[in-house]
Nanobody, 121 residues
Framework: QVQLVESGGGLVQAGGSLRLSCAASGSIFRINFMGWYRQAPGKQRELVAIITSGESTNYADSVKGRFTISRDNAKNTVYLQMNSLEPEDTAVYYC???????????????WGQGTQVTISS
């Protein structure tokens, strides 16, 4: 059973920083890409950032220059460093990964449970 467990959300003032972590655990053969999505109240879930196994990255335009995604392949963990946070960044942040479990020929999509990020003005 593969699981993604997030941590690091919270409440900060505008201009502050937070670091989110997401660890994948279970019987994992390979992790292709890992990433972060977010969903604000009344809005659709949107991509924030993704990182491939080769550490290529892609960011939403709204977070470029403020957020940095990174991963530790040895720990099956992805991080999201969020700086210069704005009230518009308030959302539930979800970890997402494309993983091939041990003994399974293909990959599957996994989601974390979500972590709340609230930015006060």
């Amino acid at each position: 059973q593969v699981q993604l467990v997030e941590s690091g959300g919270g409440l900060v003032q505008a201009g502050g920083s937070l670091r989110l972590s997401c660890a994948a655990s279970g019987s994992i053969f390979r992790i292709n890409f890992m990433g972060w999505y977010r969903q604000a109240p009344g809005k659709q879930r949107e991509l924030v950032a993704i990182i491939t196994s080769g550490e290529s990255t892609n960011y939403a335009d709204s977070v470029k220059g403020r957020f940095t995604i990174s991963r530790d392949n040895a720990k099956n963990t992805v991080y999201l460093q969020m700086n210069s946070l704005e009230p518009e960044d308030t959302a539930v942040y979800y970890c997402h990964a494309l993983i091939q479990p041990l003994g399974v020929p293909g990959t599957s999509t996994y989601w974390g449970q979500g972590t709340q990020v609230t930015i006060s003005s």
